[in-house]
């Protein structure tokens, strides 16, 4: 069984930063990738960000340049560094960890962005 933990959401004005983690219980080489997804209130989820098993990134085109995924594979975490934050970026966010044989998902972290 796998176990995500995210961490690190909360409250912060418009153009403040916020980093968020995901915890794995095994070794994230165990993943084919590791991705960010939000929902936001009334809206479907979201995919932000991917981290595959080599180390390559992808972020979506609405976060490019102010996010960044990014990984310590002796933790077994990844983060996802949310800079230059705006309203819009308000949700639930959700770490997934795909594997050959299923997906896994965390159970969420709240951050909203609100003056």
């Known amino acids: 069984q796998v176990q995500l933990v995210e961490s690190g959401g909360g409250l912060v004005q418009p153009g403040g930063s916020l980093r968020l983690s995901c915890a794995a219980s095994?070794?994230?080489?165990?993943?084919?990738?590791v991705d960010w997804y939000r929902q936001a209130p009334g809206k479907e989820r979201e995919f932000v960000a991917r981290?595959?098993?080599?180390?390559?990134?992808n972020h979506a085109d609405s976060v490019k340049g102010r996010f960044t995924i990014s990984r310590d594979t002796a933790k077994n975490t990844v983060y996802l560094q949310m800079n230059s934050l705006e309203p819009e970026d308000t949700g639930v966010y959700y770490c997934?960890?795909?594997?050959?044989?299923?997906?896994?998902w965390g159970q969420g972290t709240q951050v909203t962005v609100s003056t």
């Open positions: 997934k960890a795909a594997r050959w044989d299923s997906d896994y």
């Open positions: 095994r070794s994230i080489f165990s993943f084919n990738a």
């Open positions: 981290i595959s098993s080599g180390g390559g990134t």
